[in-house]
């Protein structure tokens, strides 16, 4: 497959769409890849992921890690699609990253140093009101942590935005003491490199080019600027 079929996929299926959207870490973008409105057909999610299996046939990998919930569809078929080109090795394993959220720190009271710019945006903390910090972690459960230790890890990524996910599912795979040897994504959305990522290679299938912008780089001006309105049915603009 080569990267203008994989576009015509994407597109075909409404998967690339153009506006104004809100992603996972709250940055605003111009096009957003609504990569499950192309995978929930098995052939194209099939073919998909056996291009992203070709792009690394010639690794040596013996498990295949993406973040759930929605990589896990594509670790799957790219687990299959490089066993089916390595009949000769062991039957690759897909396995798949968890957020774990811990709770760093609880406040109950009035008073609670958290700094001038949080008192600039909100009202003031009453007596009886909780501040929760917290922090998202990326695990591997369910004996996961195992079954990598040792081996040789692709990991999968649907949309790099800013390489985030990645750099922590790379990070997480490592602590298991499994080896990374390279990222595969559907889409590069953001230049992100492999240096990012914490990869010695990055490969995608499809590089698109779209505006970037924290909240207050919109607002000042951006997308919020201009008064395109936000969609509410795809990424994290609801919320």
């Known amino acids: 497959m080569n990267p203008e079929y994989a576009r015509e996929l994407l597109f075909e299926t409404g998967a690339i769409i153009d506006g104004h959207f809100v992603g996972t870490n709250g940055s605003h973008l111009s096009v957003y890849v609504a990569k499950d409105r192309a995978t929930m ?3 194209v999610a099939s073919d998909l992921c056996s291009a992203l299996a ?8 013996d498990a295949v890690i993406a973040l759930a919930m929605g990589g896990i569809m594509l670790a799957q078929w790219t687990a299959h699609h490089l066993t089916r080109l390595r009949p000769d090795r062991l039957e690759v394993l897909a396995v798949y990253i968890e957020k774990e959220e811990l709770v ?3 406040y109950k009271e009035s008073g609670a140093m958290i700094g001038k710019p949080y008192f600039e945006k909100h009202e003031p903390i009453k007596v009886g009101d909780q501040l929760i910090l917290r922090r998202t972690n990326f695990v591997l459960r369910r004996g996961f942590d195992k079954d990598v230790m040792g081996k040789n890890a692709l990991v ?3 949309v790099l935005t800013t390489g985030g996910s990645g750099a922590r599912t790379v ?10 040897v390279g990222l595969a ?3 590069n959305g953001g230049n992100i490199t492999a240096e990012a990522c914490g990869v010695p290679v990055l490969k995608s299938l499809v590089n698109i ?7 207050e780089e919109c607002a000042n001006f951006g997308l919020c600027a201009r008064g395109v309105p936000i969609n509410t049915e ?3 603009g609801k919320e």
């Open 104 to 106: 760093l720190y609880k």
């Open 156 to 158: 999968i990524e649907d």
């Open 185 to 187: 994504a559907l889409v």
């Open 209 to 215: 080019n779209r505006n970037v912008f924290t909240e």
């Open 41 to 43: 057909f098995p052939r």
């Open 54 to 61: 070709e792009m690394f046939s010639e690794y040596d990998i």
């Open 234 to 236: 795809f990424g994290h």
């Open 171 to 180: 990070k997480a795979v490592t602590l298991a003491g499994g080896s990374v």
